[in-house]
């Protein structure tokens, strides 16, 4: 890892004043928009929707498709962590890591051997780490000028965008009496294609759009009492959303066997995921990052919660809702937190959370392996997981300073004056997040 003092790319002094023109910042966004898409959409997510396709026509266990979902959070785990390492440039980290889940994609319907699926969903949970790392920085350093907080919503849109084109895509394709892997190669075209659109926006001299004179991301870290708060309740919260994100087709599948009932629990899923960070742009300019971070865990808690107290379809419709609609809340409000908090180190913090996300990931399926019982009842892993974000939302909740609720202006100087930086002062308007 580099030290803190370490500024990779620093041009020399007769060059520190000389900026080169980058894409525009509605450019940004939607290049943003389109690799997180492919990065969570499909490249960890296109396995919720095929999952039922895959017990069909593959006879896939339920406790085999925790696997197959741990071994992709298992590779998000290790993208995260080298995210903190490694000596490039954000721009072609993203790049490789859109190849990567395409390929990876592309591979899970061309190959029918389990092994071979779970070394696949490996390599698509690297690239997935690599891609919202490195976009996430990249983006909002350059969007960061603009002072548009709905910007910063499109960018963290695209998850929710990739889920509902994903989720979409499959419910088309099972009223078609499509196969698995079909289903597999379709989507894995699509990521290919999503990247050939976005390439150039990505380009080798893109990192290059803002000052040359100091470095597009620092990696130095160094974790404080607050930044570790913020590092375990953002794990908690993958551990939390990853069980109904996960298995919520499965569980819809048990209740009606029609998927074109239980297939649109995904597409909501993902529609409430694209619409909410555009919401919480603008919400954490009145609550501060913080409150809405800690909301935003107990509304998930009642969506996790939900299909254990109304097992029918309306419930878990609901619960996708309420789940879909907060997970990129919580990755808005936690990313921008992170720049609040560490300034120019925010990529080593963003990183960190990032991996302890993943492993709350990895542990979350694996639970459900070993507690849904002989009758794959999702009822205990579900409670655990809501208790998981109530806890936690109880720790976000006394980290917050007492402010005022509402209060305008300070953005960035405030945040940087005290390392429990939510106060609404603190507004994606006026931090480095956007």
């Known amino acids: 890892m580099a030290g803190p003092t370490e500024t990779r790319g620093m041009a020399r002094p007769a060059e520190a004043t000389r900026t080169t023109p980058g894409p525009s910042p509605a450019a940004v966004a939607l290049a943003g928009l389109t690799a997180l898409a492919v990065a969570v959409g499909i490249g960890r997510f296109a396995f919720t929707p095929i999952l039922p396709l895959m017990q069909q026509d593959a006879g896939l266990s339920v406790a085999q498709g925790g696997w197959l979902a741990s071994a992709n959070y298992f590779g998000y785990l290790v993208g995260a962590l080298s995210a903190m390492g490694l000596r490039i440039r954000p721009a072609t980290a993203t790049r490789v890591g859109l190849v990567l889940i395409g390929l990876a994609t592309l591979g899970m319907g061309l190959e029918h051997r389990f092994a071979t699926w779970v070394a696949l969903r490996w390599l698509a949970g690297v690239g997935s780490a690599w891609v919202l790392v ?23 849109a695209g998850v929710g965008t990739g889920i509902a084109v994903a989720g979409g895509a499959c419910l088309v394709l099972m009223q078609a009496g499509a196969s698995s892997a079909r289903a ?27 000052s040359e004179g100091r470095p597009a991301t620092a990696r130095g870290l160094s974790l404080d009492a607050d930044s570790l708060r913020l590092v375990l309740c953002y794990g908690a919260s993958g551990f939390g959303y990853i ?17 074109s009932v239980f297939g649109w629990s995904w597409p909501v899923f993902g529609a409430a995921a694209a619409v909410s960070p555009l919401a919480a742009a603008l919400w954490g300019r009145l609550f501060g990052n913080r409150r809405l971070w800690m ?32 997970f990129m809340v919580i990755t808005l409000a936690g990313m921008q ?60 909740w006394i980290s917050i300073p007492g402010a005022p609720p509402a209060c305008s202006g300070g953005g960035t100087r405030a945040s940087r004056r005290s390392p429990r930086s939510d106060a609404p002062a603190a507004s994606s308007a006026r931090s480095p997040a956007g």
């Open 134 to 156: 490195f976009a996430s920085a990249w983006c909002l350093e350059r969007l960061a000028p603009a002072r548009r907080a709905l910007l910063n919503g499109a960018v963290f």
């Open 184 to 210: 597999w190669t379709s989507l894995g075209v699509l990521s290919l294609a999503g990247t050939a659109v976005i390439w150039r926006a990505f380009g080798a001299d893109a990192d290059a759009g803002v």
């Open 337 to 396: 937190e992170a720049r609040a908090v560490a300034g120019p180190r925010a990529t080593g913090l963003m990183a960190t959370m990032t991996s302890a996300f993943a492993l709350g990931q990895i542990i979350g399926p694996v639970s459900v392996s070993y507690l849904v019982g002989a009758g794959a009842d999702f009822s205990r892993p579900l409670l655990v997981a809501c208790l998981l974000l109530v806890a936690s939302a109880a720790v976000l």
């Open 243 to 259: 069980v109904p994100a996960t298995f919520l087709p499965v569980m819809a599948r048990q209740v009606v066997s029609d998927p």
């Open 295 to 326: 909301l935003a865990h107990l509304v998930m808690a009642l969506g996790v919660a939900l299909p254990v107290a109304w097992p029918a379809i309306g419930g878990i419709m609901v619960a996708a809702l309420l789940v879909g609609g907060t």
